[in-house]
């Protein structure tokens, strides 16, 4: 491995700047930026996906770990960083210059892999969703550990009762072990954002038997989306639903907050 000089002087000599279109903000701290790449474990000779590494911060902390790197970055500006990064550390990094959102991700790794990333605020959640929603489980991915604003966070970890419980949490958990790894302030960010940020870690658990998502989505998708409202009109526009509850003895009167993951899988299963 090549001496690396200060991310701060690399960003300088290429001339970057975070994009607040593509939702950028850069970590400096290396010793912040290791304790992020530790969270998923052992990473050496791990194949790792990493999306929008930026300058790569975490990106040098993945490869200090051992681990095998596919990042892909669809800001071009800072393909000559991650350029150098990769002669720094001979076959342990392949950059792919596009839109992590237009690529199939488990054809592109090949393997079985962990996702590590500090994902863009603006498509944050909707790459970590279409993880969770994958067909196929246990999915291709062993682990996922990101960065999210905390309030996004709060919900991914959320039980229910709580006023961040909602489709996310159910998502994440009923077929997942979710928790909440690390808070990072927002002074640790250059640019700071406006609040705070925390890593979330994800690993998959036992699916359970007779649930498609795709129904378990319709079912979360219509209680919450209208939370405010009893179960017996926020489900009355899903064919069966109410005779789901009737047949699980779940009160039509009580509201989504108030239900567990496992009468949310409980009442997909029945559909």
């Not at 000779?45 to 970055?73: F, K, M, S």
């Not at 959102?101 to 498509?123: K, R, S, T, W």
């Amino acid at each position: 491995m090549a001496e690396l000089p200060p991310l701060r002087e690399v960003i300088a000599r290429h001339g970057l700047s975070a994009s607040k279109a593509l939702g950028q903000n850069f970590l400096f701290d290396a010793q912040l930026l290791d304790r992020i790449a530790a969270i998923p474990g052992d990473l050496q000779d791990r194949a790792v996906l990493e999306v929008g590494p930026g300058p790569g911060g975490l990106t040098r902390a993945l490869l200090r770990a051992g681990a095998r790197v596919t990042a892909i970055e669809m800001d071009r500006r800072c393909l000559p960083a991650l350029a150098e990064l990769g002669d720094a550390f001979p076959g342990q990094l392949r950059v792919i210059d596009g839109d992590a959102m237009a690529i199939d991700h488990e054809d592109l790794m090949g393997e079985p892999f962990a996702v590590v990333a500090n994902l863009p605020y603006n498509v944050g959640t909707a790459l970590f969703t279409r993880w969770l929603s994958s067909a196929q489980w246990p999915p291709a991915w062993a682990s996922l550990t990101l960065m999210f604003q905390l309030e996004v966070a709060q919900r991914i970890i959320a039980a229910p009762g709580s006023g961040a419980y909602g489709r996310l949490a159910v998502l994440a958990q009923w077929r997942s072990r979710a928790k909440l790894a690390m808070k990072v302030h927002r002074s640790a960010f250059t640019p700071p954002p406006k609040v705070m940020s925390a890593i979330v870690h994800i690993e998959p658990d036992t699916m359970p038997e007779g649930v498609a998502v795709d129904t378990l989505e319709r079912v979360t998708q219509a209680a919450f989306g209208q939370r405010r409202k009893m179960l017996r009109q926020s489900l009355k526009s899903l064919p069966g639903a109410l005779g789901a509850l009737e047949s699980l003895g779940i009160d039509p009167q009580r509201r989504a907050e108030t239900l567990c993951v496992d009468d949310f899988v409980a009442i997909a299963r029945r559909l």
